[in-house]
């Protein structure tokens, strides 16, 4: 049985994976190390807590003597990282945060993997998951390519674009096994609600503003969380090594007709007048520093590996508005930091 550590697996595109893998693969023992900070919840992953090959783990990746220690007591084949702190807005509040967990964690992630193997590399792999936010913005036209210079625009997207180039340090000086992706917006179930999607669900259910940065004109490419994970899998398993892929969602939406989606959308699923929801959009003053457009070129991973999206925007969208009005007590729950109660002992 190989041992295969996914990090960050309590939060949201982690747990996704997490589950994937745990049910997939009953001759991997999935080791989900989370450090259950503010977006990392159990209950993202409850239903395959009790599974015979899967085994949490509370730690943080900064920890560089708890790291060594985990890497020589479980001897993992594989890594999974998608441990990072995620949200462009706290980067910018504070920097050194991003820095100290997605910089420095990765290299201690790096430096236990490779201790541990010692040159010895034969069917291992670190697999580095990112964002399409290192290459910076775009104009009206083209697409992020995974030739696309880096060029990182917040705190946030230089602290990924960092770990990104010590992942291929690691490969070119130590050779390394690695493989990077670098992917656009997710949006899905079990996602924190600081994020426009599900916040707006959340404000939209209450009857709250739904703020909305500058004219809202900001182009972004949404991804299906459950898409991303399949196509994890796929370059975890059949990837080239040393490789950098694209993942994205082949939609692009501005954030204002998004939102308008949305509204849309929820009126129905709420039984309310059409433009009720729509009447809560609010223009805010915008975000420092925000990229004007992101956009992916999925290209090469659909031509070498298969991977393609399996569903529309819409569509995706209807199904993650129908997972928050089912689970309206596990949005409850995080909106209001109650879900920590459930799991007390492993968040203090």
């Known amino acids: 049985m190989k041992n295969i550590l996914i990090t960050g697996g309590a939060g949201f595109i982690g747990a996704h994976v997490v589950r994937l893998f745990v049910t ?3 001759k991997y023992h999935i080791y989900n190390l989370d450090a259950l ?5 159990l209950e993202n992953i409850a239903d395959i807590s009790d599974a015979p090959n899967y085994t949490f783990v509370k730690g943080n990746i900064k920890d560089i003597d708890f790291i060594n220690t985990l890497f020589q007591e479980h001897k993992f084949d594989g890594v999974i990282h ?18 100290e967990t997605n910089v420095l964690g990765t290299a201690n992630l790096l430096n236990a993997f490779r201790d541990l193997w010692k040159d010895n590399f034969e069917d291992k792999l670190f697999y580095h998951v990112s ?14 390519t995974e030739t696309t210079s880096y060029d990182p625009q917040s705190p ?24 990077i992706s670098n992917c656009s917006n997710n949006y899905g179930a079990n996602q924190f609600p600081e994020k426009l999607i599900p916040l707006f669900i959340h404000n939209i259910r209450t009857g709250k503003n739904l703020p909305v940065y500058g004219d809202g004109n900001y182009t972004r490419d949404w991804l299906f969380v459950e898409d991303h994970a399949k196509a994890i899998d796929l370059i975890f398993h059949k990837g080239k090594l040393a490789d950098t892929y694209n993942i994205g969602g082949f939609n692009e939406w501005t954030n204002l007709n998004l939102i308008k989606v949305l509204c849309e959308q929820m009126d129905i699923k709420l039984n309310q007048p059409e433009g009720t929801s729509a009447k809560l959009i609010t223009f805010v003053k915008d975000r ?8 992916i070129d999925a290209t090469k991973l659909n031509k070498e590996l298969g991977w393609k999206p399996s569903v529309t925007f819409e569509e995706g969208l209807s199904k993650t508005i129908d997972w928050y009005l089912k689970n309206e007590q596990w949005l409850n729950n995080v909106t209001s ?12």
């Open 24 to 26: 997939n693969y009953p």
């Open 37 to 41: 900070t503010y977006a990392g919840n």
């Open 82 to 99: 998608l441990a990072a702190e995620s949200h462009v807005d706290r980067s910018i509040t504070n920097p050194n945060d991003f820095i």
């Open 131 to 144: 964002t399409d936010e290192v290459y910076g913005s775009l104009g009206k036209t083209g697409l992020f």
């Open 156 to 179: 946030y997207a230089a602290s990924k674009a960092a770990s990104d180039h010590v992942v291929r340090s690691f490969g070119n000086t130590y050779k390394l096994p690695f493989v």
């Open 288 to 295: 420092a520093g925000h990229d004007k457009r992101y956009a």
């Open 337 to 348: 930091g109650a879900y920590k109660d459930y799991y007390k002992e492993m968040y203090e």
